[in-house]
């Protein structure tokens, strides 16, 4: 009961990790390693931090507590429900906040415990998902300052994933100039100012981003070795840490449009048939529930996928030079999305490898 399953090469990933930790650093920027793309699986999330990771964040309190081990701060980056606010003092250390009312019962869980907590005040800047709006900032932080639990520890900006608007030096210059102007007005010190996630790492490349720019959160460009404002590659890292092995359970020749009447898939759509005459077919052990067909890209780039439904991946293998038959298996690359599905899937077998396989985490099935 071996596949599908997704095969994690650490030691890849540990070069991913030194190579954007140590640009980061030459730029006096401390990367927190965001691990929800891998579900903060420990083993992982423990070569970001032998690699010299500042901080580890997550979106979510369930995967911060995996990871409590960890002798580095954890940061909650997803902004807190008021419902969680307990659990959010006790599992991170810092929480990015846009909301005062949420930061009032940080700050009353914070007594409680006997701690002090760090809040990142998010900026709206654009992209228009988390973020207080510049005129409401001075306010905000004037109340914030007012709370005895609660550390003011910096300004946090979070762009390119709503409104997909690219970071600049514009942009996060807007950001260093807010934080320098409350650092005036209250005579305070902002000790981290965070520029964003990983499409904010093309600045760093290009030695453009803001000199008080002091912190990134970046997930995609260590695991899949790319910035993300323009998708390109990463030099010296690799895009293969984490591939799909899937196993053929049928091949066929068969007509590439279906016969009959047309109506819905069983997800509801109209899908669109290429007329190609009698190809080549084969299906995969693995679907909709795992996985997102758009990112996964198979090795033998002489095939390609046709469709998916919950539990089969159907291909066009036709022109492929590579005898498959049943019980072939097909590698895959992904993409964010397609890895933080199969990652989460728990119908998927997760394979560690070192220079020596180290582990395989299997399903309970
Ligand atoms: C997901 C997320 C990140 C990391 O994004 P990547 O594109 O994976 O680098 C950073 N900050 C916030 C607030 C996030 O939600």
């Not at 990142?120 to 973020?131: F, H, T, Y």
């Amino acid at each position: 009961m071996e596949y599908p399953k997704i095969k994690i090469d650490l030691e890849k990933f540990r070069k991913n990790c030194e190579v954007i930790i140590k640009e980061c650093k030459e730029k006096n920027i401390s990367v927190t390693g965001i691990m929800k793309s891998f579900c903060a699986k420990p083993e992982i999330a423990q070569i970001m931090v032998e690699s010299g990771i500042s901080y580890l964040g997550d979106a979510r309190i369930y995967n911060l507590k995996k990871v409590k081990h960890l002798n580095v701060e954890k940061v909650l980056i997803r902004i807190p429900m008021k419902s969680t606010a307990r659990d959010v003092v006790i599992y991170s250390d810092i929480s990015l906040n846009s909301e005062l009312e949420v930061i009032k019962e940080l700050d009353k869980y914070a007594r409680e415990n006997d701690k002090i907590h760090k809040i990142i005040l998010m900026v709206e800047l654009g992209d228009l998902r988390e973020g207080i709006l510049e005129k409401d900032i001075m306010e905000t932080v004037s109340e914030v300052l007012k709370l005895e639990n609660i550390k003011l520890y910096g300004l946090g900006v979070n762009l390119t994933c709503y409104g997909a608007i690219i970071p600049t030096t514009e942009n996060l210059g807007k950001l260093v100039e807010i934080s320098e102007k409350i650092e005036k007005e209250f005579n305070i010190k902002l000790e981290m100012i965070s520029g964003g996630n990983s499409s904010s790492y093309h600045l760093v490349e290009n030695k453009k981003i803001p000199k008080r720019i002091n912190n990134l959160r970046i997930g995609e460009a260590i695991v899949l070795g790319r910035e993300t404002a323009y998708g390109k590659k990463i030099e010296g890292t690799y895009d293969d840490v984490f591939i799909l092995k899937g196993e053929i359970i049928e091949v066929k020749e068969k007509k590439s449009v279906p016969s009959g009447k047309t109506g819905m898939d069983s997800f509801g759509n109209t899908p669109f048939y290429e007329e190609l005459g009698v190809i080549k077919r084969a299906i995969v052990a693995v679907g909709k529930q795992d996985t997102e067909i758009t990112g996964m890209f198979p090795f033998d780039e002489e095939i390609y996928s046709l469709g998916m439904s919950s539990d089969h991946l159907i291909m066009n293998i036709d022109k492929s030079k590579v005898k498959y038959k049943v019980g072939s298996i097909i590698k895959f690359r992904l993409n964010y999305e397609a890895l933080l599905k199969l990652m989460t899937s728990e119908y998927i077998n997760k394979e560690y490898v070192d220079e020596k396989l180290i582990k395989i985490e299997f399903c309970n099935y």
